[in-house]
């Protein structure tokens, strides 16, 4: 299912401190350059129209939050929908998302990663541009704390299952985890808009959760 059309910002409402380029982006990495109080920080790949990001910044005060959007219109949509919920938790990155894990990020200094329903890019020869890509799950691995998580959600079942043995093949990611599907409270109680839209059509979404290894989990370990 393709995007639908955006609703007009409130030409009124400044949301500029929510919205970020990677020019703007610390370097060497510095969270609290962006967020006012330290706190575990979890990102999310593609924020589109930043449901996601608002909804678990709302829920979760205690961490900080970072969208990371290509497409300019749904950054500044998502930066816009931060800033009228005036939270200081959460911001939104206007740019490439591989390349802020590539050469901004550092290692070990997220608690999460979120990538929910990424363009499947359907033709074969397409596929390379894929997010979850040998390269990305290089820096996946990388930045994760001990015990860190990666969330991937789809509604494709070719990608899911082939990321799942990508994960498995080129990673030590342990998973995948079940994860459940929650009945929603209200009309917008979704993970992201494209959920909403999938299990309103009555489609499958697939899901599927993976975390780093701790120093509990390399002692249970049998000696080979």
Do not use: C
């Not at 929510?18 to 982006?25: H, P, R, V």
């Not at 930066?79 to 070990?108: C, H, T, W």
């Not at 109680?189 to 839209?197: A, C, I, K, P, W």
């Amino acid at each position: 299912m393709g995007r639908r059309a955006l609703r007009k910002i409130d030409p009124a409402l400044d949301y500029a401190p929510w919205l970020k380029t990677l020019e703007d982006l610390p370097v060497p990495w510095d969270a609290g350059a962006l967020f006012p109080a330290s706190a575990p920080l979890e990102v999310e790949m593609g924020s589109g129209k930043g449901l996601f990001l608002a909804g678990a910044a709302q829920a979760n005060p205690d961490r900080n939050f970072l969208g990371i959007e290509l497409a300019k219109k749904y950054a500044h949509f998502a930066a816009a929908r931060l800033g009228k919920l005036d939270l200081a938790n959460a911001r939104m990155v206007q740019g490439d998302g591989l390349r802020v894990f590539r050469e901004i990020l550092p290692a070990s200094s997220l608690a999460a990663i979120h990538v929910y329903f990424p363009d499947p890019w359907w033709k074969a020869r397409h596929r390379r541009r894929r997010v979850l890509n040998e390269a990305f799950l290089v820096d996946v691995e990388r930045t994760l704390v001990p015990g860190g998580s990666l969330h991937f959600w789809t509604d494709v079942e070719e990608y899911f299952t082939t990321s799942l043995e990508l994960i498995r093949e080129q990673t030590k990611l342990i998973g995948p985890l079940a994860v459940a599907e929650a009945a929603p409270a209200h009309d917008l109680d979704y993970r992201t808009h494209f959920e909403r839209r999938t299990r309103l059509h009555g489609q499958p979404v697939y899901r599927a959760e993976f975390r780093t290894a701790t120093a509990s989990d390399e002692g249970n370990v049998a000696p080979a």
